[in-house]
């Protein structure tokens, strides 16, 4: 069965398949078409949508439901985002699960509604205070935007952290088929470490205040260890990277545009291949050295080389010298034309 | 009796760290008295496994230490937050937010009033002692005129710091709120006043009726700077000056319990029925030759449901298509124009630089996108747009009197259905006829008349097509 449906309507799609049972949310454009989703669809199921009145009441909406033991989530964008960074870190410093979806928009400040990837660094290096990861997801297409959203809610509970999918104003507005998922995500057990109002769960606490030094010290280490064993679950795509002479590397829709970058380059003679984290936290870090052995690399994308600089992280412990990745970037809501690449690809190669 | 030990608190609070008997708040200060008597109340009414308590930020940040109830802690100011999510999603749960002054007035008063204009069902604790405790004495939003604290050292100044907060009587200009009373607990009288309002805010949980506010004035010697006794004697007298006590709203008794959930389908019952099931996936063609389209005009035009509709005939011959529309402020200004790309794989980018094929209904959509079309590739331009700017060398220039042919009909709307109809008839989306005519009438799906209605005007632009097969296009 297949759905014609905006991204932002295939996060709502894949939340209630996962089983969310809330959604809480403060409206934003790019993303408010997915609280006009959750407004419509959340109740038609049984499941219950409020709107909230900011986004900081949204991200402890959340944080109330999670510590419940219940499947939550919202969505923004820009301001929005960094309204919620409190919040996310009190979720991840008290170990709560949930689904945070950020159509990324043009910033700093108000920017604009259009398409930009700056808050990579917000979203990747856990943007609230304290040493916390969330998992942070990097949809490329409206398919994705739904199964991501039901894998977000599965690694999100699995590691108990927060989990965010990061998409941007051109992946929530687009339209494509969607293929519907096969079925519900079994639901999560929760009793152990929730908050039910039941008598098995009363003596359990959701907390993140630790006053003695050492115990909160003791919890940040089993939050790393945590960190560490997440780190194991990374994921990425690759296209036409066996022959190629130079790497493209992208996420999201930045992704979309170097993969028809790859077809007009080799089109034109040259091998070109493109790598794709559709992890971003964890990093596909091995996969992308694999991939990057000895060729040029190009990184795509929509914000200052936030992503370059972890792209570069990564590839300088194989021993790759800042010089030989290049970027490519547009900011302000354009997007990166094919032919912006290709040029920058032919660069690369040439230098 | 307040010294009896209550089954609600733990026998030993060894969550703070250590076996002790003892709470860690200051003597004579107010809040372990109001955590007994609620701790009494959640006995004595049998709902300790049922009670949801959040934990604000602040002295009693600890609360959990003492209530044997499930606990959560919740961020600064956030409580009212957290517990209506609770209250969302757990119907059968007592929910119970305890806050603070700065806590619930100040950094988080907009929690509150909200959750109190929903009538959110949870029984909220108010401990109003004019001064922030934890941090050290600090000006709280109920600070009293003249109050010396750490941050208004000279004295609380109303036309520097503005007035004490009245809460009762700001959240009693609501309609939700069932209950609303102020209470003491600065000696024996009144706490016995406030173990009566905390059952009755709790009994109004236990029967689903909607929002319980009961504010505690309550000392708090160590940040005033005064002894337990003199404290006390400053809740009585100076407090209750302006912080009058007495019920201001009880509507326990009209208020009704909220209904049951309705059933409702499962998620794999309700998008089954809402799937569109007659398309498949898009099957794999390597042979189709992409075709990326741009659609540009004002609001109103139709120039969105014309790309819808091209994707969705498309989806029907099994293609692999992106829509992508113009959005936001520029959406609501006037210009509209979207992004359509018909593929036989997988689609990379689906955003159009250089469109194969442009529809233009506007004179500013046609000379601003006019020059990126693709060589080879085609404009059709609504022929009341004067067509100034040269295209491109290659391309060709369809004008159709789309509009003066719809208004002639009757249809003044339906221009985009004509331009449709010259996609289909100038062979240029790689789609069937066919297929575009049953995407024109999925999208009246639910206006049979008006589908009937855009099929005629389909057909009218095919025949003013065929009997202009050159005048109107140009190269």
Redesign the interface.
């Known amino acids: ?4 449906v905006k991204g932002n309507e295939a996060v709502v ?1 894949g939340a ?2 996962a089983g969310c ?2 959604y ?1 949310g403060y409206p934003i ?2 993303a408010s078409e997915i609280a006009h989703a959750a407004a419509q ?1 959340f ?4 499941r ?1 949508f ?1 709107q ?3 986004e ?2 949204s991200i ?6 999670a ?2 033991g ?1 499947l ?1 989530m919202t969505a923004s964008s820009g301001p929005g985002m960094s309204l919620m960074q ?2 996310l870190s ?1 979720m991840a410093g ?1 170990e709560l699960p949930g689904v945070v979806v950020d159509i990324m928009r043009s910033g700093p400040g108000l920017g ?3 398409p930009e990837q700056s808050d990579y660094n917000q979203a990747v290096k856990g943007g609230g205070h304290g040493n916390y990861r969330c998992v942070v997801l990097a949809p490329a297409s409206v398919q994705e935007m739904c199964d991501l959203t039901v894998k977000a809610f599965s690694m999100s509970f699995a590691y108990r952290t927060p989990a965010l999918l990061l998409a941007d ?2 992946l929530g ?5 969607l ?2 998922p096969e ?2 995500l079994p639901r999560p057990e929760t009793r152990t470490w929730a ?5 098995e ?2 003596r ?6 630790f ?2 030094v050492q ?1 909160q010290e003791a919890h940040n280490l089993r939050l790393q260890a945590k960190y560490a064993v997440m780190e194991r679950e990374s994921y990425c795509e690759t296209y036409q990277c066996e022959d190629a002479e130079v790497l493209l590397v992208g996420y999201g829709i930045s992704s ?8 007009a380059l080799r089109a034109g003679g040259v091998r070109a291949g493109l790598f794709r984290p559709v992890s971003l936290s964890p990093f596909p870090a091995e996969a992308l050295c694999a991939c990057a052995a000895g060729r040029r690399v190009l990184v795509v994308e929509h914000s200052v080389g936030q992503f370059r600089d972890d792209v570069l992280f990564h590839l300088a412990r194989e021993g790759r010298r800042y010089q030989e990745v290049g970027l490519v970037n547009r900011l302000g809501g354009i ?1 990166v ?3 912006e690449v290709v040029e920058a690809a032919r660069r690369v190669l040439g230098s | 009796m307040l010294q009896k030990r209550t089954s609600g608190m733990y026998e030993s609070f060894v ?1 703070s ?1 250590r076996e002790t008997h003892a709470t860690h708040y200051c003597a004579g200060c107010g809040h372990g008295i109001i955590h007994k008597i609620v701790a009494e109340a959640l006995a004595e009414m049998g709902l ?5 308590m ?2 604000p930020i602040g002295c009693s ?2 609360g ?1 230490y003492y209530w ?8 600064h100011g ?1 409580a009212q ?6 209250n ?3 119907r ?3 929910v119970i937010a305890y806050q603070g002054d700065g806590d619930l007035a100040a950094i988080g008063f ?2 509150t009033f ?1 959750a109190a204009s929903r009538g959110e069902h949870m029984a909220v604790f108010f401990a109003n002692n004019a001064i922030y405790g934890m941090t050290g004495g600090q000006m709280a939003p109920t600070s009293l005129a003249g109050m010396r604290t750490m941050t208004s050292p000279a004295g609380r100044d109303p036309g520097h710091e503005g007035y004490p907060m009245r809460v009762c009587e700001v959240l009693n200009q609501l309609k939700a709120p069932v209950y609303i009373e102020r209470v003491s607990v600065a000696d024996t009288p009144r706490i016995m006043r406030a173990r009566r309002a905390v059952r009755k805010a709790l009994e109004i949980q236990r029967e689903g009726k909607g929002y319980a506010f009961v504010e505690f004035i309550s000392p708090c010697p160590t940040s005033v700077g005064m002894d337990p006794v003199r404290a006390s004697r400053f809740c009585m007298e100076e407090m209750e000056r302006e912080f009058p006590l007495g019920c201001l709203r009880d509507h326990s008794e009209e208020a009704l319990p909220r209904a049951p ?8 019952q ?3 029925q ?4 007659e ?4 099957a794999p063609d390597p042979a189709f030759r992409e075709r990326r389209l741009k659609f540009a005009g004002f609001g109103g035009q139709g120039v969105m449901s014309l790309g ?1 509709c091209v ?2 005939a498309a ?1 029907m011959e099994r293609r ?6 113009s ?3 520029e959406q609501r200004g006037g210009a509209a124009a979207c992004s359509v790309v018909v593929a036989g794989q ?6 159009v ?1 250089r469109p194969d094929v442009l529809v233009c209904m506007s004179l500013p959509a046609y000379e601003r996108f006019v020059g990126l079309v693709a060589p080879g590739g085609t404009v059709v331009v609504d022929d009341s747009v004067p067509c100034r700017v040269a295209a491109p060398a290659g391309v060709r220039v369809v004008a159709l009197p789309a509009t003066r042919l719809a208004t002639s009909l009757g249809a003044p709307k339906a221009a985009n259905t004509l331009m449709l109809a010259a996609l289909g008839r100038l062979e240029v989306t790689g789609l069937s006829r066919g297929s575009l005519l049953r995407a024109l009438d999925a999208s009246f799906r639910n206006k049979p008349a008006l589908a009937e209605k855009n099929r005629a005007l389909f057909a009218e632009a095919e025949a003013w097509i065929d009997a202009h097969p050159w005048g109107a296009q140009s190269e």
């Open positions: 069965m297949t759905k014609f799609i209630l398949y049972d809330v809480f454009t790019p669809w109740p038609a199921v049984g219950e409020l909230a009145e900011c900081t009441a402890n909406m959340v944080y109330g439901a510590a419940a219940r939550a409190e919040g009190y008290a604009n509604v259009f104003g051109l507005q687009m339209m494509e088929t293929r519907l079925g519900e908050v039910e109002g039941t008598a769960t009363r359990n606490l959701i907390t993140s205040i006053l003695d115990t979309r545009i170097a993969r028809t970058a790859v077809e997007i034309t094919v032919g | 969550r760290g300790q496994d049922r009670t949801i959040v934990n940040v600890f959990y044997d109830c499930g606990n959560i802690g919740a961020a956030r937050a957290v517990a209506t999510a609770i969302r999603t757990l059968d749960a007592i907009n929690n909200q959930r309705a059933s409702a389908p499962t998620v794999p309700f998008f089954g809402e799937a569109d099931i398309t498949a996936a898009p819808v994707a969705e989806r692999f298509t992106t829509w992508f529309p959005y936001g402020p997988a689609i990379g980018s689906p955003a630089d």
